[in-house]
């Protein structure tokens, strides 16, 4: 019996004496991650479902990337804070099976919404026609659906090799009994998968910069010829689908424009000539073509933040798991400090909690939302607040 407990503890412990302080650290990191973790990713779900503005087809990805991270910061990581500090697995080979499975498919749907926003990203200013068809209400559906199915088809079959990994002080697969497969499966997600992200996303930047220089040569011509540039009035929102929509044809419009204007001019002189245009008239052009103007600048500014916010949730992923993946690439005996594994590992953790901060700072209507769901939160505190200073008052 003593002999199965020292078995047991020896499988199940993660103890070193160079990661006795550190763990305090991974303690209180960890606890961060939870609260800020779930507290975020909560509110961007409840300000999808309370804000008509935030309810666009878009928004449907940030809200499955909203999801996933909230499944790890809820239910995963104060499991890795209590392991950490204890410095020992305390729930069982079954738990810790369970916490493989799920840690691993939080981070493959995380990657492959990464993947649906890039694409849509992408259609949305190549092809408008293709992104109707496949980010429709029925595709999104079934796009949210598969990215879930997928990641559990993947690692599900790895249920019998999730052990406890002393490096890290959590659970995952055996470095050695799952390959090949757990060597295809990270290639495919974290260098194939985050490199065809990286992909269209320069594929966006080249399409936005021939649209905007094509949109800066037809404004030139439309103030060389004082021309009414075409009225665009369309509404937007911070998702940037209408935007995006403004901006593909602002670029084939641009080349149409200056095509037509070239062939218009002869008829044009003749019939100014014959009617000069009077003074009233005149001005109506100068009036309406700075606001036509402004409108469609807005409309591409707009696409072009949305599109940095979601290059940026994109870079946050990279930069936290890059350093883990490396590390356990270039140190395949385990010669590494453990002290260094459980530091990239904990890095990992910043990727569930800092999704809302980026929707916070760089999307004004998620900025919104978050602000009247705090406001609404602290009314009953408030009031609280006031009853009691009324009552020590008197």
């Excluded at 493989?100 to 949305?124: E, P, Q």
């Excluded at 030139?220 to 540039?229: A, T």
């Excluded at 670029?251 to 009617?275: F, G, I, R, V």
Aim: glycine share 4%; with cysteine; hydrophobic share 45%.
């Amino acid at each position: 019996m003593n002999l199965t407990n020292q078995t047991e503890d020896d499988l199940f412990s993660c103890y070193s004496p160079s990661v006795v302080g550190y763990r305090y650290f991974a303690v209180l990191w960890g606890c961060a991650v939870t609260i800020v973790g779930t507290m975020g990713n909560l509110m961007t779900i409840l300000a999808f479902a309370l804000d008509p503005r935030l309810r666009t087809r878009f928004n449907v990805l940030i809200i499955n990337l909203a999801v996933a991270d909230l499944l790890y910061c809820t239910i995963l990581q104060p499991i890795s804070v209590d392991s950490y500090l204890h410095l020992r697995w305390r729930s069982g080979q079954v738990w810790c099976s369970i916490f493989g499975l799920l840690l691993f498919l939080s981070n493959s749907v995380s990657i492959i919404t990464l993947c649906l926003v890039a694409v849509s990203r992408y259609l949305l200013v190549a092809k408008r026609a293709v992104f109707e068809r496949v980010f429709s209400n029925l595709g999104l559906t079934l796009l949210v659906i598969s990215s879930w199915g997928l990641g559990l088809a993947s690692f599900g079959p790895l249920w019998r090799v999730y052990v406890f990994v002393p490096q890290v002080c959590t659970c995952s697969f055996h470095r050695t009994r799952g390959r090949p497969y757990t060597t295809i499966l990270l290639f495919s997600y974290f260098f194939v998968g985050l490199g065809c992200v990286g992909a269209f996303y320069l594929l966006i930047y080249k399409r936005v910069q021939i649209a905007s220089q094509a949109l800066l040569r037809y404004r030139l011509s439309r103030r060389s010829s004082k021309k009414n540039p075409a009225p665009s009035v369309q509404e937007t929102d911070d998702s940037g689908v209408e935007s995006g929509a403004a901006n593909t044809c602002s670029c084939e419009m641009s080349s149409q424009a200056d095509l037509s204007q070239h062939k218009d001019e002869p008829s044009q002189s003749s019939a100014k000539a014959l009617n000069p245009p009077t003074a009233n008239k005149s001005k109506a052009p100068t009036n309406a073509a700075p606001s036509s103007q402004s409108a469609t600048s807005g409309d591409d500014g707009e696409f072009k933040r949305v599109t940095r916010m979601c290059f940026t949730v994109f870079l946050c992923f990279v930069f936290c798991f890059v350093p883990f993946m490396l590390l356990n690439i270039a140190d395949k005996e385990n010669r590494a400090p453990q002290v260094l594994h459980m530091l990239c590992a904990n890095l990992t953790w910043l990727n569930s909690c800092i999704n809302p901060v980026l929707y916070a700072v760089m999307n004004r209507q998620f900025r919104q939302a978050y602000h009247v769901l705090l406001t609404k939160a602290a009314t009953p505190f408030a009031c609280i607040w006031t009853r009691w200073q009324k009552v020590f008052t008197t």
